[in-house]
């Protein structure tokens, strides 16, 4: 079935870049998410990358894709302690329910 | 302000009750989900609608119920065959699926306590 992966912590120092890591099964997966989860609160759309593209870059964010090994990676650069949060990978489900599969979501903090 | 809208934040549950929680939106989406998060699972879908007066179960509906009357409405309700009820539930909503890109918006959440 489709699962997507993450390690569920990371810790770095203020101004260090983040890497948060995933991986999925699901080969026909057209669009990719990275979301963003404060405590008590839902989930904010970060970005996205469509499959027909290696890299996206937004600012502090850059996510990169590598299709063949099916690994999605999302790089913070110069973090703050604002982004101490939870962050979700997730693909549409196959079919056409059009549900997110989510992974566990890696709980990054910040180090001052 | 567009957004989707949950109520109540907070909600404390007897045990043997239903409690039903309410999702709201105005962005005219066609698609609604009611997601439940426990720690360290991430989050795990309950229903899905797609379209009004349709909806469909998800990975973990038994013990949940929902109706999609209006097409701004996705209330969830958690019945009393619902043996562990205690989590954090999140609404979604997104365009129509056949639109490609179905970004998902989210409320800001029910915490629901069996006490």
């Not at chain 1, 489709?2 to 569920?8: H, N, P, R, T």
Request: proline residues 3%; hydrophobic residues 30%.
């Amino acid at each position: 079935g489709e699962d997507v992966e993450q390690s569920l912590f990371l810790s770095v120092r203020e101004g260090d870049s983040s890497v948060i890591n995933c991986t999925y099964t699901d080969s026909s997966s057209t669009y990719l998410y990275w979301y963003k989860q404060e405590p008590g609160a839902g989930l904010q759309l970060l970005t996205y990358i469509f499959s027909n593209m290696d890299m996206k870059q937004d600012q502090r964010l850059t996510v990169l894709l590598n299709k063949k090994d099916k690994h999605l990676s999302l790089r913070i650069a110069d973090t703050q302690t604002g982004d101490s949060a939870i962050y979700f990978c997730a693909e549409r489900a196959r079919g056409s329910q059009g549900n997110l599969i989510f992974g566990k979501g890696t709980k990054l903090s910040v180090k001052p | 302000d567009g957004g989707i809208t949950q109520s109540p934040k907070y909600l404390f549950r007897k045990e043997g009750q239903n409690v039903t929680l309410s999702c709201e939106q105005n962005l005219n989406h066609d698609a609604m989900y009611w997601y439940r998060q426990d720690p360290g699972q991430g989050l795990r879908l309950i229903y899905y609608s797609q379209i009004v007066n349709d909806f469909q179960k998800g990975d973990i509906a038994e013990g949940y119920s929902v109706s999609r009357e209006k097409k701004e409405s996705f209330p969830l309700t958690v019945t009393s065959a619902q043996k562990n009820p205690t989590a954090f539930y999140l609404c979604a909503s997104s365009r129509a699926v056949v639109l490609g890109l179905t970004e998902a918006f989210f409320g800001q959440g029910t915490r629901l306590t069996v006490v």
